[in-house]
């Protein structure tokens, strides 16, 4: 299973999460994933764990080609020049001779340099810093603002997405524009998804775990999860819903859990900002 963007930037069904994975116990976790067959990996500037992901895919057993490794560009490096110099440094922690897709991790829109620093990712890639340039947490109108004022539309949109929060609108506006979605917390960290009775019922009807079921309900819909495990057995078992096929309506019975305030942090990017 694949997702495909409009430029035919390919990447796996289902990658790795790396926050909080640092120091040692990170490169051997990140190691573990990438001998299970993990391909994409997500890490960023603010995790302070690029040089973990770098160091486990130098050290992993694996053709470095077939590694796709994600960062991210703060809000505080907006600026144009600020930008450029950051993303120079995520490569040099990485360790490698490049980062395989670049993010602006969120679009800041009361401070505004967004655009700003969206011209920078695509400076970066003309450099042969960056291969593939993204964005995360951004809205439609943040997508057009960018497009419009530069040319360049984004090949992926990270968003918060789970069964609480399921992004129906932001989902057919991605595909429509041949945009790859990308979920992070996926499982909705600190709730209680994974013991809702619909989830329960359609695990149990395909054999699978009802984490298996929430990461193939992300799958069906073309959605690309990032789970973080350290564990390499649940990696394994994550990476392996990718293959469960639901029907229609199961996605639709996962989807219909979805709330109004079914964020988790109250983040919404037309007003949040990070730094």
């Known amino acids: 299973?694949?997702?495909?963007?409009?430029?035919?930037?390919?990447?796996?069904?289902?990658?790795?999460?790396?926050?909080?994975?640092?120091?040692?116990?990170?490169?051997?976790?990140?190691?573990?994933?990438?001998?299970?067959?993990?391909?994409?990996?997500?890490?960023?500037?603010?995790?302070?764990?690029?040089?973990?992901?770098?160091?486990?895919?130098?050290?992993?057993?694996?053709?470095?080609?077939?590694?796709?490794v994600t960062s991210k560009l703060p809000g505080r490096h907006h600026a144009y020049d600020a930008a450029l110099r950051t993303i120079e440094e995520?490569?040099?922690?990485?360790?490698?001779?490049?980062?395989?897709?670049?993010?602006?991790?969120?679009?800041?829109?009361?401070?505004?340099?967004?655009v700003e620093a969206w011209r920078a990712l695509v400076a970066a890639r003309e450099a042969g810093l960056v291969r593939h340039i993204g964005?995360?947490?951004?809205?439609?109108?943040?997508?057009?603002?960018?497009?419009?004022?530069?040319?360049?539309?984004?090949?992926?949109?990270?968003?918060?997405?789970?069964?609480?929060?399921?992004?129906?609108d932001q989902v057919a506006y991605h595909r429509e524009r041949g945009i790859i979605t990308e979920a992070w917390s996926p499982i909705a960290r600190g709730n209680d998804v994974v013991g809702e009775p619909v989830v329960a019922e359609i695990a149990a009807a395909h054999g699978i775990s009802p984490i298996q079921t929430i990461l193939a309900w992300h799958v069906a819909r073309g959605v690309l999860p990032?789970?973080?495990?350290?564990?390499?057995?649940?990696?394994?078992?994550?990476l392996a819903a990718a293959d469960v096929v639901l029907t229609a309506d199961e996605v639709d019975r996962i989807t219909a859990l979805g709330r109004p305030d079914g964020r988790m942090k109250n983040q919404d990017p037309a007003v949040y900002e990070e730094f």
């Open 1 to 68: 299973m694949t997702v495909t963007a409009h430029d035919g930037t390919t990447l796996p069904g289902i990658g790795l999460g790396t926050y909080r994975l640092n120091g040692a116990d990170g490169v051997r976790a990140v190691r573990d994933a990438l001998a299970s067959g993990y391909t994409l990996l997500d890490s960023a500037f603010n995790y302070e764990n690029e040089g973990t992901v770098g160091r486990a895919v130098r050290e992993a057993d694996v053709d470095r080609a077939t590694v796709l």
């Open 90 to 114: 995520s490569v040099y922690r990485t360790g490698l001779d490049a980062i395989d897709l670049y993010l602006v991790h969120w679009p800041n829109p009361v401070t505004g340099r967004y």
């Open 226 to 238: 990032l789970p973080k495990s350290a564990d390499p057995g649940r990696q394994r078992e994550n």
């Open 135 to 168: 964005v995360s947490n951004f809205l439609p109108e943040h997508l057009e603002r960018i497009e419009a004022e530069t040319g360049v539309r984004p090949v992926l949109n990270q968003i918060e997405l789970h069964p609480y929060f399921p992004q129906v």
